[in-house]
């Protein structure tokens, strides 16, 4: 056994005979058999403080390094993981488990909690979160021990959950918060990125800064335009600045910056880590010549204090002297597109976070005048308090003034560890006020024992079927005789269904370089004599600076003068790209000009995934002594008559 707590013992035979006890048959057995991660099971892995707190948020998530997945062998299907009793069965699948999963993703702040949560789950005592990459969720729980943005971290009056699930869903929640007056959270996009006349927060991110990196691939270029697309969001990757060293040379410019980051999920076994660099972040943008992996940066993501100020520790920002004059890395003029984004949705989301924030929040309403009610239980600042021997029915009616824009799953609610009341029930309408039942775990064995976690997280699921399909009110109803002892609801938090795709598996270990073309040519490079012969033209001088092979991919071929023009043999085409490796242009030239110039613009790929954009030009000159002249690339050489 890993688990250093020695009332462990003690409150594994408890919650093992209370197992007996339960008439499930799923459970029948140890919970170790159902929930192999469980806390106190053979294969947990202890490692990282349980509550982290005080500090900057940088602080917050050194304290929780060391933390790693549990039962890493768990691959469905895989005959080695015997304790696994569905292998084929996705929802029992345990890649990411152990300590980060209750911790992480469930928001379990002590041990038995997390114990407590295994229960439950293995006895079908609610519907949790699945087992998934938990990049995003790292975040999610460092913000909210850090109390920033929000006192919650990204809980807010629009977004009433601390835990954000994917990469894609916290971009958007910068993007909303940023449209928002008085919002505190602002979103950087990779081309708002820029190193003259730096702006921290706004042009520039600073340490604690929030980084997306996503898979990107480049397509054809046009004209002087060069198109990437993103890949979808399940090659995303959260992360997160720690430190930053801003390098200026002696006359003051910035030519690169370097940071140290921080993130979840990452490295073999998948872990809570801090140990990687890079040497500068506006190169690893899609503008840039480096890669991490086979992704790029996205954009940045700002926390702000209550005056819209960026939130950082000035500290982790530091300023480097060079020596002599340095510049910024070469960047090519990029358009991106991201076939992902659904600006409908957004623009609902936003409509409704805006909406809502005008009118001061959701309402809530209480059907006994006895009962301080206000708000929503958000784990910090408000609580509803329930005395003990309660004569009268209460209900609880939380409105959201409008129909929510995304399916609602369900609610949670975590009363405090002194008492665990029963017997209450949940239901949820849409904007028409007609309720419908939601289901509430049956949780009355476990109120029988006087041992109890510090908070009793309780799962209430919505239909799944979508009886609502935009929910707008949620009653609580507690029965009279409900509160045997005096009850504390310490957090009610809304579980959203976005549609959003999980984050990346598996993660990128470092950056690398893309293939250098500063120094591309072609060969040959000036043909002669103007036979009206196609010329096979070979790219050379692109080199790797890892050493990596690279690839050559034909992307275009352009010429000075039009294709079928007077005095040039009014042969067509030009130029032909065979199998988009090989370069074909023909010898020839219009007699009445000042030579013909091609340039051929290519992709060049190493084996990492990293990919540049270079250009070579040919030409053909008027005669042997004359140099040809580029009058500009207007006509595109592989044009068909």
């Given at each position: 056994m890993k688990i250093q707590y020695d009332p462990f013992c003690y409150w594994r035979m408890i919650w093992l005979l209370l197992l007996l006890m339960i008439s499930v048959p799923a459970v029948a057995m140890a919970e170790c058999d159902y929930e192999p991660d469980a806390v106190d099971c053979p294969c947990f892995s202890e490692g990282g403080v349980w509550d982290p707190s005080g500090?900057?948020?940088?602080?917050?998530?050194?304290?929780?390094?060391?933390?790693?997945?549990?039962?890493?062998?768990?691959?469905?299907?895989?005959?080695?993981?015997?304790?696994?009793?569905?292998?084929?069965?996705?929802?029992?699948?345990?890649?990411?488990?152990?300590?980060?999963?209750?911790?992480?993703?469930?928001?379990?702040?002590?041990?038995?909690?997390?114990?407590?949560?295994?229960?439950?789950?293995?006895?079908?005592?609610?519907?949790?979160?699945?087992?998934?990459?938990?990049?995003?969720?790292?975040?999610?729980?460092?913000?909210?021990?850090?109390?920033?943005?929000?006192?919650?971290?990204?809980?807010?009056?629009?977004?009433?959950?601390?835990?954000?699930?994917?990469?894609?869903?916290?971009?958007?929640?910068?993007?909303?918060?940023?449209?928002?007056?008085?919002?505190?959270?602002?979103?950087?996009?990779?081309?708002?990125?820029?190193?003259?006349?730096?702006?921290?927060?706004?042009?520039?991110p600073v340490p604690g800064a929030y980084v997306p990196i996503r898979g990107l691939q480049l397509v054809h270029p046009v004209s002087d335009w060069y198109d990437c697309e993103w890949l979808d969001w399940e090659t995303g990757h959260s992360l997160m600045v720690n430190e930053m060293w801003i390098h200026t040379d002696i006359l003051g410019s910035v030519c690169r910056v370097e940071v140290t980051l921080q993130e979840g999920n990452s490295g073999t076994p998948p872990r809570v880590r801090h140990d990687r660099t890079w040497g500068d972040i506006l190169d690893l943008t899609p503008g840039g010549a480096s890669w991490i992996g086979d992704r790029k940066i996205y954009g940045f993501g700002i926390d702000l204090d209550g005056n819209g100020n960026p939130i950082y520790d000035p500290a982790r920002l530091h300023w480097v002297s060079e020596s002599g004059i340095c510049s910024p890395p070469g960047h090519r003029t990029v358009t991106t597109i991201d076939p992902q984004w659904d600006e409908q949705q957004f623009q609902k989301m936003a409509t409704y976070a805006s909406l809502i924030r005008s009118e001061g929040g959701p309402k809530v309403q209480c059907s006994s005048g006895s009962l301080k009610i206000d708000g929503i239980p958000d784990g910090a600042n408000t609580e509803w308090h329930f005395p003990a021997g309660l004569t009268e029915e209460v209900e609880i009616i939380i409105d959201l003034l409008y129909g929510y824009p995304v399916p609602i799953r369900g609610i949670e609610i975590r009363w405090d560890g002194g008492s665990l009341p029963l017997g209450y029930s949940v239901e949820f309408a849409g904007a028409d006020g007609e309720y419908h039942e939601a289901v509430v775990p049956d949780l009355s064995l476990l109120g029988q024992f006087q041992f109890h976690p510090k908070e009793y997280p309780v799962s209430c699921t919505f239909d799944p079927g979508g009886a609502v399909d935009a929910v707008r009110f949620v009653k609580v109803i507690f029965p009279e005789g409900t509160f045997a002892a005096d009850a504390v609801l310490k957090e009610l938090r809304f579980r959203y269904d976005t549609g959003s795709p999980e984050d990346a598996q598996e993660h990128p270990e470092g950056t690398h370089l893309g293939p250098d073309c500063a120094n591309a040519y072609a060969e040959p490079m000036y043909l002669w004599s103007p036979n009206h012969k196609f010329q096979k033209i070979q790219i050379k001088g692109v080199t790797d600076p890892e050493g990596s092979p690279v690839n050559i991919k034909i992307a275009s071929i352009t010429q000075d003068e039009p294709v079928s023009g007077l005095g040039d043999g009014d042969k067509v085409p030009d130029g032909i790209i065979e199998n988009e490796t090989t370069a074909w242009v023909r010898a020839e030239r219009s007699g009445d000009g000042n030579g013909r110039v091609y340039e051929i613009k290519f992709i060049a790929s190493d084996a990492e995934g990293g990919s540049s954009i270079g250009s070579v030009n040919v030409m053909v000159q008027l005669n042997k002594e004359q140099q040809s002249l580029d009058d500009g690339q207007y006509y595109d050489s592989t044009q068909q008559p």
């Amino acid at each position: 056994m890993k688990i250093q707590y020695d009332p462990f013992c003690y409150w594994r035979m408890i919650w093992l005979l209370l197992l007996l006890m339960i008439s499930v048959p799923a459970v029948a057995m140890a919970e170790c058999d159902y929930e192999p991660d469980a806390v106190d099971c053979p294969c947990f892995s202890e490692g990282g403080v349980w509550d982290p707190s005080g500090g900057y948020i940088q602080d917050v998530a050194d304290q929780t390094f060391g933390t790693v997945v549990s039962c890493t062998c768990c691959d469905p299907g895989d005959p080695s993981c015997d304790w696994d009793p569905w292998p084929l069965d996705p929802d029992k699948n345990f890649v990411n488990s152990g300590k980060p999963y209750y911790q992480m993703v469930l928001g379990c702040d002590e041990p038995f909690t997390a114990f407590s949560m295994a229960v439950a789950i293995a006895g079908g005592m609610g519907d949790f979160e699945g087992r998934t990459a938990w990049c995003t969720e790292t975040v999610s729980y460092w913000h909210k021990h850090a109390h920033i943005p929000y006192p919650e971290g990204y809980r807010t009056d629009w977004h009433q959950d601390w835990q954000v699930y994917c990469a894609a869903d916290l971009v958007y929640w910068y993007i909303h918060e940023s449209l928002l007056e008085n919002g505190r959270g602002r979103w950087i996009s990779w081309d708002d990125i820029s190193y003259e006349d730096i702006e921290l927060g706004i042009n520039l991110p600073v340490p604690g800064a929030y980084v997306p990196i996503r898979g990107l691939q480049l397509v054809h270029p046009v004209s002087d335009w060069y198109d990437c697309e993103w890949l979808d969001w399940e090659t995303g990757h959260s992360l997160m600045v720690n430190e930053m060293w801003i390098h200026t040379d002696i006359l003051g410019s910035v030519c690169r910056v370097e940071v140290t980051l921080q993130e979840g999920n990452s490295g073999t076994p998948p872990r809570v880590r801090h140990d990687r660099t890079w040497g500068d972040i506006l190169d690893l943008t899609p503008g840039g010549a480096s890669w991490i992996g086979d992704r790029k940066i996205y954009g940045f993501g700002i926390d702000l204090d209550g005056n819209g100020n960026p939130i950082y520790d000035p500290a982790r920002l530091h300023w480097v002297s060079e020596s002599g004059i340095c510049s910024p890395p070469g960047h090519r003029t990029v358009t991106t597109i991201d076939p992902q984004w659904d600006e409908q949705q957004f623009q609902k989301m936003a409509t409704y976070a805006s909406l809502i924030r005008s009118e001061g929040g959701p309402k809530v309403q209480c059907s006994s005048g006895s009962l301080k009610i206000d708000g929503i239980p958000d784990g910090a600042n408000t609580e509803w308090h329930f005395p003990a021997g309660l004569t009268e029915e209460v209900e609880i009616i939380i409105d959201l003034l409008y129909g929510y824009p995304v399916p609602i799953r369900g609610i949670e609610i975590r009363w405090d560890g002194g008492s665990l009341p029963l017997g209450y029930s949940v239901e949820f309408a849409g904007a028409d006020g007609e309720y419908h039942e939601a289901v509430v775990p049956d949780l009355s064995l476990l109120g029988q024992f006087q041992f109890h976690p510090k908070e009793y997280p309780v799962s209430c699921t919505f239909d799944p079927g979508g009886a609502v399909d935009a929910v707008r009110f949620v009653k609580v109803i507690f029965p009279e005789g409900t509160f045997a002892a005096d009850a504390v609801l310490k957090e009610l938090r809304f579980r959203y269904d976005t549609g959003s795709p999980e984050d990346a598996q598996e993660h990128p270990e470092g950056t690398h370089l893309g293939p250098d073309c500063a120094n591309a040519y072609a060969e040959p490079m000036y043909l002669w004599s103007p036979n009206h012969k196609f010329q096979k033209i070979q790219i050379k001088g692109v080199t790797d600076p890892e050493g990596s092979p690279v690839n050559i991919k034909i992307a275009s071929i352009t010429q000075d003068e039009p294709v079928s023009g007077l005095g040039d043999g009014d042969k067509v085409p030009d130029g032909i790209i065979e199998n988009e490796t090989t370069a074909w242009v023909r010898a020839e030239r219009s007699g009445d000009g000042n030579g013909r110039v091609y340039e051929i613009k290519f992709i060049a790929s190493d084996a990492e995934g990293g990919s540049s954009i270079g250009s070579v030009n040919v030409m053909v000159q008027l005669n042997k002594e004359q140099q040809s002249l580029d009058d500009g690339q207007y006509y595109d050489s592989t044009q068909q008559p």
